[in-house]
């Protein structure tokens, strides 16, 4: 996706050859047009799968999340990081290491809200190494649910999550493939 | 907003006389079209008041936010409430105390996204004590910016935060103003 591209050369910052960081736009400050473009493109790419529900993981997955299922006409789940009274039910979890925040956490979605008849899009801001879409798969299949594909904002092509999860037989769409981040350049797949 | 209201009295769940439980559409599963809705009704009631910035705080504020800032053209920051590796900048911060989840935390917004010509609206999920609020105003002041109101999603009225919030000068437009939650029924205002 070509304006995203742009949007990573101009705005992203390369803070290591491993940490990319684009707080202009989607991880603190969001660009909703952009986003709105996002989900345009997620939904273009999944059109026809029958998907019924589209998960995600908080906080940063849920704006281009929200805007695909604009798009797909279908509800949002996003996983929660942090327990909240309110959130009371039954709950499917799993655990997740995140490299950038360098924290276990378990991650939780409501048994109310999945069932075995949903087909499923996951949706996330990052591909590194895989491990919060593991964390989503695991619950999507503990509610015995389909999973139609993964549908990622920027993947870093240099770990191994896109390898890991198409082992698994999973499709993986990225809008933005990077290959390498190199003097302070970000390099993309092709 | 009858639309919001409808769906409250659908599928919002009362867990007590003070705790609402809205996961069905807006906490924790998200209504991509409700939201929408919502973000076109906050632009329509801020349309014309120089707003350059909408400023929410994670998880549950985003979806709102972002819908609201794709109507009135504008970027939309979210205040985190968690440290990031990516979040090298210098920051703004503030303390909250969170009555559902029942911790205190610090939130924080960097100092790079928020200038002083910067006009703000503040979006939120809930309005109760306004503790979630304060620390946005908090925050939105140490960046020398003008707050032009806040947009709520759902009210508590019959708790304190609109009430200090007005006492502060500020316009605050909520599109369901929940007057008690008694026998399992939510009440509105009006």
Known sequence: MEQLKEKIRSEGIVLSDKVLKVDAFLNHQIDPQLMQQIGREFARRYQGQGITKIVTIEASGIAP??????ELGVPVIFARKHQSLT?????????VYSFTKQ?????????????????VLIIDDFLANGKAAKGLITIIEQAGASIVGLGIVIEKSFQAGRQELEA???????????????????HFVD
């Open 87 to 95: 959130l009371t039910d039954h709950l499917l979890t799993a655990s």
């Open 65 to 70: 999340a929200v805007m695909a299922g604009l």
């Open 168 to 186: 698994l037989g999973l499709r993986v769409e990225s809008l933005a493939r990077v290959q390498a981040l190199q003097d302070g350049q970000v």
């Open 103 to 119: 924290v276990e956490s378990t991650i939780a979605i409501s048994t109310n809200h999945l069932s075995p008849s949903d087909r």
